[in-house]
């Protein structure tokens, strides 16, 4: 998500005065606090855990959920200006974090910090984001159509493996009902942040330990690229270009790339777990007619012995230092208990981060994830923290993936043109 960013006094003022009316001053007292929800079609589940919590605790929980559009940011800004902040509200990214610089509690000491591997910790301000679901980024697989080509997923952890699966299952196409082997999209204009960010991600944090920063600080320090693991990358989207359906590739969008999927004509495709909502609802009826096939990940092997898939919270919610601090910890930790798990992971459809939560929801994405937390094969999302730039993907990266999608570009141009862009980024 993209916040915009307010660049002087005059237009955070210019909000404030936009203030709702209906939106309540924050309460003075100790048995009240609001949190402001950046995901609004996940309100009803929020506000049914608030009033769980106030008859248990006696605290009132005032939840404020936005979206369709709203600048999210923008409006905080403007709260600030007010004197009208939440104790506990979202932020998305790096960006947002940096609107709040020494605002934000640290949470270090919290019990749930040490339960998940998913908060966000800033260098300087320690632990200031609460993460409450998980989203993962890997190459998701329908298991029947590897069963029936007789591929053991667990084996797929090279790029040799799984290029020889790829080329198994090409083989078999037309027996398994396939359109292609891969449901891969490159378009530049719609789908840049899904290769711009997503898939260029994997390059800079797969199979990695989460703390590891290497190609992130080269990234960072003039847009520097590591030559060898690009090459390896380079090679292993190659095999993505070769098998993906040509039909999709640099012109689909990302609703038939799920369609496609859901509907058995891809044994692989290039998204992330956010995909099973739309599995199991907008396309539903696709998915029952192809058999509600179970589905998993594997890595983005693209070099020998890379084992983990990328995982993090897609925001997290943040504790405001001048607010109710203790009732916000409070119900920041009632939320990673049993009851309140429960709500937002068989009824919001989360997929709990914390390691203690034997909770699954029915999300078919869900199961894959815990099991990989669970084993601690997971890598860090890298490309949403400070110094990864604003726009990366959608004005440099993303194209870059589309001209080599399209063969203007081959794997060696790939990866200079990809060099030059990220240099001349980073220079600006």
């Known amino acids: ?17 936009m203030v709702p009316a ?33 008859k248990e605790t006696g605290t009132k929980v005032e939840i404020e959920s936005m979206g369709g559009g709203i600048d999210i940011q923008g409006t905080l800004k403007g709260y600030y200006q007010s004197d009208n902040m939440p104790d506990i509200f979202v932020n998305g990214s790096g960006a947002d974090f940096a609107n709040w610089t020494d605002m934000l509690v640290d949470m270090s000491d919290q019990e749930w910090a040490s339960d998940t591997d998913a908060a966000y910790v800033d260098e300087s301000q320690g632990t200031i984001g609460f993460p409450y679901t ?31 699966a790829f080329e198994t299952i090409d083989s078999k196409k037309d027996e398994l009902g396939l359109t292609a082997v891969v449901g891969y999209g490159a378009e530049p204009v719609n789908l840049y942040w899904s290769t711009g960010n997503h898939l260029f991600g994997t390059y800079l944090d797969e199979g990695l330990d989460r703390d590891d920063t290497t190609y992130i600080d080269m990234l960072n320090d003039g847009g520097k690229l590591d030559e060898d693991r690009f090459t390896d990358f380079a090679n292993f989207v190659g095999l993505l270009n070769q098998y993906s359906d040509p039909a999709l590739l640099v ?51 693209f070099e020998d012995g890379q084992d983990t898939i990328l995982t993090s919270s897609p925001s997290w919610w943040s504790v405001y230092k001048d607010g109710n601090v203790e009732a916000a910890e409070a119900f920041l930790q009632w939320l990673t208990t049993d009851e309140a798990q429960e709500v937002l992971v068989k009824e919001a459809g989360f997929v709990s981060p914390f390691k203690s939560c034997t909770i699954v929801g029915e999300d078919p994405f869900a199961q894959t994830i815990t099991d990989y937390q669970k084993a601690g094969k997971t890598s860090a999302w890298h490309w949403s923290i400070p110094g990864f730039k604003e726009g990366i993907a959608q004005n440099y990266t993303g194209q870059v993936f589309a001209d080599y999608a399209s063969g203007s570009l081959d794997e060696a141009g790939f990866v ?9 980024a980073y220079a600006n």
């Open 1 to 17: 998500m993209k916040k915009k960013v307010f660049a002087t006094l005059l237009a955070v003022s210019m909000i404030a005065s």
């Open 134 to 164: 998980t989203e993962a980024i890997g190459l998701a697989y329908n298991k029947d159509i590897l069963d029936k080509a007789g591929i053991d997923p667990s084996t797929l952890t090279s790029p040799d493996a799984i290029k020889e």
């Open 22 to 54: 209906a939106v309540s001053v924050q309460a003075a007292d100790g048995d009240s606090i609001r949190l402001v929800n950046g995901k609004i079609e996940v309100d009803a589940q929020l506000k049914k855990l608030a009033e769980m919590y106030e």
């Open 251 to 301: 012109s689909g969008t990302y609703d038939q790339q799920i369609l496609n999927f859901s509907s058995g004509k891809y044994a692989f495709v290039t998204q992330g777990s956010w995909i099973g909502a739309t599995m199991v609802g907008d396309d539903a009826d696709a998915y029952k007619e192809a058999g509600n096939f179970e589905v998993g990940m594997i890595p983005y092997a």
């Open 416 to 424: 200079k043109t990809m060099q030059q862009v990220l240099e001349s």
